[in-house]
C-alpha cells in the first residue's frame, strides 16, 4: 500500500523549494551588485590623481634587475617602481608596479622585520598585510594594501608616509612570500 501525500504537502513542499532558490538567487544577486576591489595596476607614470582601473594584468612580467642578489628574496625598484618576488632559483614568481610613500628607504639590504595584519595607515586608510622592512629618518617604510584595494590618494606635500602601497591581490601575494626575515633588496 503506497502513501499519498495531500495535495496541500505537495504545494507546500513546492513554496519552500521555490523560496529556498529565489533566496540563492537574491543572494547571488546582492553579491554581485556590491562594489568590489579594481585589481589594476598603477603605471610607472601614474600621477598623483591616478585611480586604478580595469586593466589587464601584463602579459610578460619584467624582467628582474640584474644588480638585485641572487636567492629568495623581494626586490623593489625605486625607478621602475616595480615589486618582484624572487624565488630560490632566481626565478620572479610574481612582479607588480606599486605607489610609493613620501620616505623612500635608500638602495640596499634589508630584512623582513615586524608583519601586522591589520592597521590604519598614517594616510587614514585602513590597510592590511603591512610588511615591515626599513626606516628612514624615523619614517617606518612597509609593504601594504588598502583593505578596499583603492590606491592611496595624492599625500599632502608636507606628509611624511613610508607605505609602499600595493593591490589587493599582490598585498596577499607579498604577504605569505615575505614571512619575517625574508631579505629585501631595494635598487635604483
Known sequence: ?????????????LTTGAIAVVAVLAVQADQGTKPTAA????????????K???????????AVPADSGT?????????????????ASDAARRSFTVWPGTVSPDPGSYTIGTRTEATTGSDGVAVE???????KSGVSVAFSNAVDGSSP?????????????????????LWT????????????
Open 1 to 13: 500500500m503506497s502513501a499519498r501525500l495531500p495535495s496541500w504537502a505537495w504545494v507546500t513542499g
Open 39 to 50: 585589481t589594476s595596476r598603477p603605471s610607472a607614470s601614474a600621477t598623483a590623481d591616478a
Open 52 to 62: 586604478p582601473s580595469a586593466e589587464p594584468r601584463e602579459k610578460k612580467p619584467a
Open 71 to 87: 636567492g629568495r628574496r623581494i626586490v623593489y625598484s625605486l625607478d621602475q617602481k616595480r615589486v618582484w618576488l624572487v624565488d
Open 129 to 135: 598585510h603591512i610588511v615591515y622592512f626599513a626606516a
Open 153 to 173: 590618494p595624492p599625500a599632502a606635500p608636507d606628509a611624511r608616509t613610508g607605505g609602499i602601497r600595493v593591490t589587493k591581490a599582490d598585498g596577499q601575494a
Open 177 to 188: 612570500f615575505g614571512t619575517a626575515g625574508t631579505p629585501v633588496r631595494v635598487v635604483e
